[in-house]
């Protein structure tokens, strides 16, 4: 990718707004209201929101599935409306539907055809992301016979086939089980780590948290917080120390030497894991991949 | 970044995966108990043995079985295969793709036609092997009734398949015209059997009130004539059971009647999906 390309953001709204008309008189329903947000090439960026607060009407606008009512969008350039703004962009949608008659292999091949690969070319590249997703093995099953962590699967497969530089996970990990919602994780850093921009919506904050490098949180279709994960979560002006317990009179003792130097003690925690983290010790990371194990 | 042109191989693929749709959903073997129904049917009247006549009568029964069930099939293949694509939110993820909206439609087009061919095929050759196995006994047992030799021409029977191919594909691309803005599949497959009676009993309208209804209604039923097709137009059944050949112009001219409906409904279709929100 050229210097040039990648200082265009990979997504670009500016002042965009979004009405539906509801009923038959018509109400106006404002879905997104003056959303401005830039997605740098190259980051993994969350869009966060409560159930209906415009994510998925901002990303069916984005690939160009719905026309904004004003503002414009704009995806490596070029304005959402255009099919070829949509020829960089992969997109898994929520709770993925696919064409259920087709096995796996079949529906990557297909679409990867409808994107224009051909040939000799299109087989490997088949195989290589159902291999990368990890269902090489339910490849020639019917998707209807699928688990819904491997529908989450299949859908990455069909995003990925034709290389985009652009990734929309419209709620990757919904309905899936903590191993599955850890193998995506795994599978989007991986993304990322290709140079991929990923823009991912979930429910999952620890997820978001883990593996976005910006987040944008809207809220009855307004941006109401938008910056780096690390800005927004950490507390640069204060520290934890994590050591052996104490006893009662080494805790007097701490605080004592901490209010010589006018500091206060403010918490005294021991730290725990997290549910997820056991979850995943036990039930093991390395069954991610197992195609029965995703849902 | 290069234009992405219309393109006929991603036309052809989403019409290839309809139709793939449709076979997958056991959709053909509705056909083939038609099918089977239609040639118990015609050994039943094996019985009556009511001459040349029973040949007409059996080319009848096969061309209209053909007419009713290929127009239900239509409608209802029509309206399935396209909302299915909504309803499942498949088509969002084809059209998040660099895929034209005219390409999507054009393909599931392309796919409902295509059953409907596998279907006239399916029925005009099992037709025609009836009637002509049914000529021969025929002629076997009632010679004189056939002094000239074989009535049935095999060449009009399979054209006058064809045209009732051709009727189904207009049927289609107005079934998808009306699919484009309905909301509903209900409300598609109902309008759909409205446009098909409209489209049989036109000519009877614009017929009567061209002999004596106010300039009004005959304004309107110009109108409505100039709207929806006759589909009287397709039936050469009547003939072809008849052994009076079918005139090649004739069908020519319904061909061509029948590809600027395709193209004017179709047209419709693509311009009111356009900016459908999906």
Redesign the interface.
Known sequence: MSTVASAVPAIELRGLIKDFSVGLRGVKLRAVDDLSLRVPAGQVFGLLGPNGSGKSTTIKIILGLLEPTAGGCRVFGLPSTQVEARVDVGYLPESPYFYRHLSGRELVRFYARICGLGGAKVAPRVAEVIDWVGLTEAADRLVGTYSKGMLQRIGLAQALVHDPRLVILDEPTSGVDPVGAAAISELILQLKAQGKTVLITSHLLTQIEEICDRVAILDRGRLILEGAVCDLVGRAERQALIVEKLSPSELQELRGWLGLRGRTLEAVTAPRARLDQIFLERVGRGEAKNPEGGG | ????HFSL??VL??AR?TL??AS??KLFSFLLLLALGLVGGAQSFREFNFGASELKFLADLGYGAMAFFGAALTITATAQLFFSEIE???A?????????RAEFMLGKYLGVVAVTAVFCALMTVLLVAVLWSRESALLRDIPDSFTQGRTLRIADLLLAGYLQWLKLTVLAAFTLLVASFSRTQLFTVVTGFFVLVICHLQYLARDAYAQGGSTFAQVAAGFVGLLFPNFQLFNFADDVGAGIPVAWDRVARVSVYALGHVAAACGLAVFSFR?R??
């Open positions: 970044m290069s234009r992405v191989i991603r693929l989403i995966n793939l749709e997958r959903q499942n939110r498949t969002l993820t084809l059209l998040a793709k660099p895929v034209w900016k929100e999906i």
